[in-house]
C-alpha cells in the first residue's frame, strides 16, 4: 500500500515569497490533516479536512496560509507572502476518518526555509 | 486545554541498555495517548496507543508504554536498545474530539 505522498521534499525561498505545498493520500483515506513542525518543537494541527470539507481550522494564520483538497483526495497548502519564521517542516497525514481509533498515517514532509 | 510535556529534551543510551522515555499529561478525562518515532527525514511513525483497558500496552519495535493515571504518565519503554532505535519520540494526546495535541519530543541516541 502506497503511503502518504509529499512534494516538493525541500523547498528555499525568500520572505515575502508565495510556495506552496501538495500532499496525496492515502487511497480511500477520507481524513487529511496538515501539521507544521517548528524545528525542536512537535507537530502543531493546520487545517484538518472530511473529504473537501475543512473541519478544523482554528490554528491556521489565514492571513497569509490557505489549503484546499477540492475533490477530496489532493491537498494543497499555500503560504502567501511567507515570512521568516515560516520555516518549518509541512507534514500531511491522513487517515480513514476523524475517529481517533483510526491510525494517522503522514508522509516525509516538506521542509520551508525561509531567507 | 490538554497539553504534554516530555521533560527529556536528549537522552543517550548505550546499545543493549534498557530505555525510558518520560511523557506527563494534563487533561481533565482519560485521553487518548499516544507515542510516535520520527526518524530523520521521515514522517511520524505510530508505536503504540492507549485509549482503555490494560494499562500496559505493547507496540510495534519491543516497545511499551504504561498509562498511571495518578501520575497523568505514559512513558515509554524497551528493554534492550539497538542502534536503529536512534530517532526523535513523540508523545501525543488526544481527548476523543480535538486534534492531537504532540509534545515537544525526546532525540534518543544510542551509543556503542
Known amino acids: 500500500e502506497a503511503g502518504v505522498a509529499q512534494s516538493p521534499r525541500y523547498k528555499i525561498i525568500e520572505k515575502r515569497q508565495s510556495v506552496a505545498f501538495w500532499c496525496n493520500p492515502i487511497?480511500?483515506?477520507?481524513?487529511l490533516y496538515w501539521y507544521q513542525q517548528i524545528l525542536g518543537q512537535g507537530p502543531k494541527l493546520l487545517i484538518q479536512?472530511?473529504?473537501?470539507?475543512?473541519?478544523?481550522d482554528s490554528q491556521l494564520p489565514k492571513d497569509r496560509f490557505s489549503a484546499e483538497r477540492l475533490k477530496g483526495v489532493d491537498s494543497t497548502l499555500k503560504i502567501q507572502p511567507a515570512k521568516l519564521e515560516d520555516s518549518a517542516v509541512y507534514l500531511c497525514a491522513s487517515t480513514l476518518d476523524r475517529s481517533s481509533y483510526n491510525e494517522q498515517f503522514f508522509g516525509p514532509g516538506t521542509r520551508l526555509t525561509v531567507l | 486545554a490538554q497539553s504534554v510535556t516530555q521533560p527529556d529534551i536528549h537522552i543517550t543510551v548505550s546499545e543493549g541498555a534498557s530505555l525510558e522515555l518520560r511523557c506527563n499529561y494534563s487533561y481533565g478525562a482519560t485521553p487518548y495517548l499516544f507515542w510516535y518515532v520520527q526518524s530523520p527525514g521521515q514522517g511520524l511513525q505510530l508505536l503504540l496507543k492507549?485509549?482503555?483497558?490494560?494499562?500496559l500496552v505493547q507496540g510495534i519495535k519491543g516497545f511499551e508504554a504504561e498509562f498511571k493515571r495518578s501520575q497523568s504518565s505514559f512513558n515509554l519503554r524497551k528493554p534492550s536498545v539497538h542502534w536503529s532505535d536512534a530517532a526523535e519520540y513523540f508523545c501525543?494526546?488526544?481527548?476523543?474530539?480535538?486534534?492531537?495535541?504532540f509534545g515537544k519530543g525526546t532525540r534518543l541516541s544510542v551509543i556503542a
Open positions: 479536512f472530511q473529504n473537501n470539507g475543512v473541519v478544523d
Open positions: 487511497s480511500g483515506h477520507a481524513t
Open positions: 501525543a494526546v488526544d481527548s476523543g474530539n480535538t486534534p492531537l495535541v
Open positions: 492507549y485509549f482503555s483497558g490494560d494499562t
